[in-house]
C-alpha cells in the first residue's frame, strides 16, 4: 500500500540480541514513523522522523534508536531485545504538508523470546 | 499535543448507523481531525478527515462542532464488513510545527448481523 515496504514481515530472536526493521518507501514523503501495537494499547509512537538525519521520539522511545540517512528508509534498531519488545511494529509516512493523512505499511511482528 | 478520548467498543447491526464520537479539549489552531479503520492484521488505512462543519465522502462523515473539542464519524447502514478499529487522530504537520502523531486508545466496532 502507498509504495510502503516494511521488512522483514516476521521474526523471532533471543532476549538481548540486536534487531534492526526496515521501512522503505517510494513516495519521496518527509515523514517517517515508528508504531508499535500490543493488545490493549493501540498504536503507540515510538521515533517518527521529519526528513534526512532529522528524528525525534514518540512516547514509548526507550529501548529503540532509529536512522534516516535517505529519504526513501527508516531503520528501527532495538539494541538489545526484550520480551517486552515483543510487539507488531508498523511503519508509516506522510507528506508533511499540514493536512496529513498517514499511509501504513504491513507491519512486522517482532517475537522476543 | 492533542489528547483523544474514544469509547473503547460499540455494537451494532447489519444496516444500522453508527456514529462514534472522539472528544479533544485541547485540540490546537492547525490541528486536522483524521480517522483511521484498522482490521486484524493490517495497518490502520485513512477513512476520512475534517477541519471544521462537515465532511462527506463515499464511505463517512465526519461531523465536527464549532469550538472543534469534539468530532464524531458517521457510518451509514453497516455491513459485517465494517466490523474494525476506528482510531481519532488530532495533529499537524506544518514545519517545525508538529510530527509527533500520537493515536487514541480507539473504537472497536462490533457489527452483528
Known amino acids: 500500500d502507498a509504495g510502503i515496504t516494511q521488512s522483514p514481515r516476521h521474526k523471532v530472536t533471543e532476549t538481548g540480541t540486536p534487531v534492526t526493521l526496515r521501512c522503505h518507501q517510494t513516495e519521496n514523503h518527509r515523514y517517517m514513523y515508528w508504531y508499535r501495537q500490543d493488545p490493549g494499547h493501540g498504536l503507540r509512537l515510538i521515533h517518527y522522523s521529519y526528513g534526512v538525519k532529522d528524528t525525534d521520539k514518540g512516547e514509548v522511545s526507550d529501548g529503540y534508536s532509529v536512522s534516516r540517512s535517505k529519504t526513501e528508509d527508516f531503520l528501527l534498531t532495538l539494541e538489545s531485545a526484550t520480551s517486552s519488545q515483543t510487539s507488531v511494529y508498523f511503519c508509516?509516512?506522510?507528506?508533511?504538508?499540514?493536512?496529513?493523512?498517514?499511509?501504513f505499511g504491513s507491519g512486522t511482528q517482532l517475537s522476543v523470546l | 499535543l492533542a489528547k483523544t478520548t474514544q469509547p473503547i467498543s460499540m455494537d451494532s447491526y447489519e444496516g444500522q448507523e453508527v456514529n462514534i464520537t472522539c472528544s479533544h479539549n485541547?485540540?490546537?489552531?492547525?490541528?486536522?481531525i483524521t480517522w483511521y479503520q484498522q482490521f486484524p492484521s493490517q495497518g490502520p488505512r485513512f477513512i476520512i478527515q475534517?477541519?471544521?462543519t462537515k465532511v462527506t465522502n463515499e464511505v463517512a462523515s465526519l461531523f465536527i462542532p464549532a469550538d472543534r473539542k469534539s468530532s464524531t464519524l458517521s457510518l451509514p447502514r453497516v455491513s459485517l464488513s465494517d466490523t474494525a478499529v476506528y482510531y481519532c487522530l488530532v495533529g499537524t504537520l506544518v514545519y517545525n510545527q508538529g510530527g509527533k502523531l500520537i493515536f487514541g486508545q480507539g473504537t472497536e466496532l462490533s457489527v452483528k448481523p
Open positions: 475534517g477541519y471544521k
Open positions: 485541547n485540540i490546537a489552531t492547525n490541528d486536522y
Open positions: 508509516a509516512i506522510s507528506t508533511g504538508t499540514g493536512n496529513e493523512k498517514l499511509f
